[in-house]
């Protein structure tokens, strides 16, 4: 069986990324966090990074953290312009940072995604975005793949390995807490009443006219 | 002669004009109290559409037999049964005061059981709490937010949690009430401080907080009601304990 690693929307942290030269020594999972917060990022989004990369530590090479970093100094030089004269993309407010993603050019945006796409494919991470319907940002899922795991369904295990299998699904990275309530979807029984309504108003017309003409 | 014709003919037709007035009659009475039926049906469905939605989790928490505990021992839907757990030892400094410490975590995956959550004041007991927030997780039990630091971590934890199942009670919850929120590696023990209502969108209440351990319990507020909104009401706790239990780390 398959068996894939999915990184939750931390990977859209990349979508809010600014540039901050890190420097080019092996780099730690929580240096990894600390450029993606100083370069303008999301708290939850760099919760969520920290939180894959620490439970997935074995499962990338310093050289991979080191990629992470320059993919998010690529990817700041975009955001720069972005960024209102005076501020620190450091210390932005998380309300700043919002409004800086939505006030990016769409352009801007699919750049950066394949930039993050890209930086999937070289540390072994399939990444997926949708845009959102609020056109608020975009849904970022991401699969890790175990080296030696290929596409297709097996039942002996054979492609597991130690430290480091592990498969979840994507979560929708919107910024909004999940829903937690019931829902009841009642547009159809409001049409089914309506019609109920238009077809025996109509019925009853028809039969009180020739009633009448009789 | 043509008289009688005339009177034939109006005779026939009244006869056959007689017969089709029967029927149409006939027809009249039986179809007439199904069409009048057919409307008032469609005026009171359109009439209690709202009420009905708005009771219904009531009586969905009252009859419905999916809302049970799961079964301890099903899988995760997101990955394989044979999965090891992701066991490692790292460096917790819990006080700015205190020297880090070596403590045992267990890393979930997505969609596995995570942990139990307590609040005994209101009745919430072992409650379980799953990794992960998505609308089939939170069927199952409380969800753990993964955008939240991991359990035991230092910083703000945050739970989720249906306003008709799992977290029905939780607008109960008092300031002063005892939380715990246990995993086979650490038990921690919160105290409810405060409570907040926000808009989903909204993070003040649910974002890292370094340093600093928090709780949030969250779920939908509907003004007391049950139901959908896009408003949350947040349970604001702060750690009372943190107990490490003995996990053995897998030899490599």
């Known amino acids: 069986m398959k068996i894939t690693k999915i990184v939750s929307a931390a990977a859209v942290s990349v979508v809010m990324a600014a540039s901050m030269v890190m420097s080019a020594s092996a780099a730690t999972t929580a240096e ?21 990369l620490e439970a997935n530590e074995k499962a990338f090479t310093d050289a991979q953290r080191d990629d992470m970093i320059s993919t998010l100094n690529e990817t700041g ?29 769409e352009e ?8 993050l796409t890209d930086l999937g ?17 975009y849904d970022v ?52 009443a309506g019609i109920s309504i238009a077809l025996a108003g109509a019925g009853i017309v028809v039969v009180s006219k020739k009633n009448k003409e009789n | 002669m043509s008289e009688r014709k005339s009177a034939k003919t109006e005779h026939a037709h009244h006869h056959k ?57 099903q899988i995760s839907i997101y990955h394989s049964d044979d999965l090891e757990l992701n066991v490692r030892e790292i460096e917790i400094q819990e006080d700015e005061t205190k020297d880090p410490e070596k403590h045992t975590i267990i890393y979930p995956y997505y969609g596995d059981r995570y942990g139990t959550l307590n609040i005994e004041s209101v009745g919430m007991k072992d409650i379980p709490v799953y990794c992960g927030t998505t609308l089939d997780i939170l069927e199952l039990g409380a969800g753990w937010d993964y955008s939240s630091v991991f359990i035991g971590k230092v910083g703000r934890v945050v739970l989720w949690g249906h306003n008709h199942t799992w977290f029905y009670m939780l607008p109960q919850v008092q300031n002063g009430d005892i939380v715990t929120l246990e995993t086979d590696y650490v038990k921690m023990t919160y105290i409810v401080k405060d409570r907040a209502v926000f808009h989903e969108t909204d993070r003040t209440y649910t974002h890292t907080t370094p340093g600093e351990d928090h709780l949030t319990l969250g779920t939908c507020w509907n003004n007391g009601m049950l139901g959908m909104s896009v408003y949350r009401l947040g349970i604001l706790c702060d750690l009372v304990s943190r107990e490490w ?4 780390v897998p030899q490599e």
């Open chain 1, 32 to 52: 990894v966090a600390a450029a993606a917060k100083a370069n303008g990022v999301q708290d939850y989004n760099v919760q969520q990074l920290s939180n894959f």
């Open chain 1, 77 to 105: 030089k975009i955001v720069d312009g972005y960024v209102a004269e005076g501020k620190d993309k450091a210390t932005l407010t998380e309300e700043e940072r919002t409004a800086l993603f939505k006030s990016m050019k």
């Open chain 1, 108 to 115: 801007d945006r699919q750049a950066i995604i394949k930039a």
């Open chain 1, 121 to 137: 494919d070289k540390v072994n991470v399939e990444v997926t975005t949708a845009k959102r319907g609020d056109g608020n940002g």
């Open chain 1, 141 to 192: 899922s991401a699969k890790l793949k175990v080296p030696g795991d290929d596409s297709k369904t097996s039942s002996d295990g054979a492609n597991s390995s130690k430290g480091g299998k592990s498969a979840v699904t994507p979560v929708n990275n919107d910024g909004k807490a999940p829903a937690t309530g019931n829902s009841v979807d009642g547009s159809a029984a409001a049409l089914i």
């Open chain 2, 17 to 73: 004009h007689s017969k089709s007035n029967k029927v149409l009659r006939t027809v009249s009475f039986v179809l007439t109290p199904f069409l009048l039926l057919l409307f008032v049906f469609g005026l009171f469905s359109l009439a209690l559409l709202k009420p009905y939605n708005n009771i219904k989790p009531y009586l969905d928490t009252v009859f419905n037999p999916e809302n049970t505990l799961p079964d301890e021992g």
């Open chain 2, 245 to 248: 239990k003995e996990v053995e």
